[in-house]
């Protein structure tokens, strides 16, 4: 079965300051991890995708499969990024997506 | 304007009422889902359809039921049986079956008295 963990429910820094939210994932196959986004009052999208391996506002997120971890980072965090983030697995060759039970990020003036 | 739409957003059921949660998607996605948000635990999947006339359990279908008779629609029934319906439901979709981006609704909040 696949799972994934956010051990942080809330997080809190100031801007300007780098943050990391942490995401922990067990499964036995090749895994695809994905950071999906909520700001206050818009709909849950995606931020970004270990496929990708690209920058989205400034956000990467590197695949440890040593240390079946996929943390999300800013080097320097902005107010507007304050929001809910979702970390999620889904299997390669699959459709269902497991999602992990998400950390609530404020980044303070 | 293309999209997932949910309907209705809030709703309001006695106990012991089975209720019907909307969303159609005009994406022309493949696969829909829909799943449940409670506080602290994140998105829970409820059930899955890759293909119409099709559909997986995901890992709470207990007391839900769902139909996929149109490839737009995606109909959630939360039934009398689920123990604990007021949630936030999510509905999603996504082009193809594998490895592409899930788009979500707006939500429904249900709220059972």
């Known amino acids: 079965a696949q799972r994934v963990t956010q051990p942080e429910k809330l997080l809190s820094v100031f801007k300007g300051a780098p943050v990391e939210l942490k995401c922990n994932y067990s499964y036995s196959g090749s895994p695809e991890l994905f950071w999906y986004v909520q700001y206050s009052r818009q709909r849950l999208q995606l931020l970004l995708r270990?496929?990708s391996r690209e920058s989205i506002k400034g956000f990467t997120a590197d695949l440890n499969k040593g240390e079946t971890s996929f943390h999300l980072k800013k080097p320097f965090a902005q107010e507007e990024d304050s929001a809910m983030y979702y970390c999620?697995?889904?299997?390669?060759?699959?459709?269902?997506?497991?999602f992990g039970e998400g950390t609530q990020l404020t980044v303070n003036p | 304007d293309g999209g997932i739409t949910q309907s209705p957003k809030y709703l309001f059921r006695k106990e012991g009422q089975n209720v019907t949660l909307s969303c159609e998607q005009n994406l022309n996605h493949d696969a829909m889902y829909w799943y449940r948000q409670d506080p602290g635990q994140g998105l829970r999947l409820i059930y899955y359809?890759?293909?119409?006339?099709?559909?997986q359990k995901g890992d709470i279908a207990e007391g839900y039921s769902v139909s996929r008779e149109k490839k737009e629609s995606f109909p959630l029934t939360v039934t009398s049986a689920q123990k604990n319906p007021t949630a936030f439901y999510l509905c999603a979709s996504m082009k193809g079956v594998t490895g592409n981006t899930i788009y979500f609704g707006e939500g429904s909040w249900l709220t059972v008295v």
């Open positions: 359809s890759q293909i119409v006339n099709d559909f």
């Open positions: 999620a697995l889904s299997e390669i060759s699959g459709s269902r997506l497991t």
């Open positions: 270990h496929i």
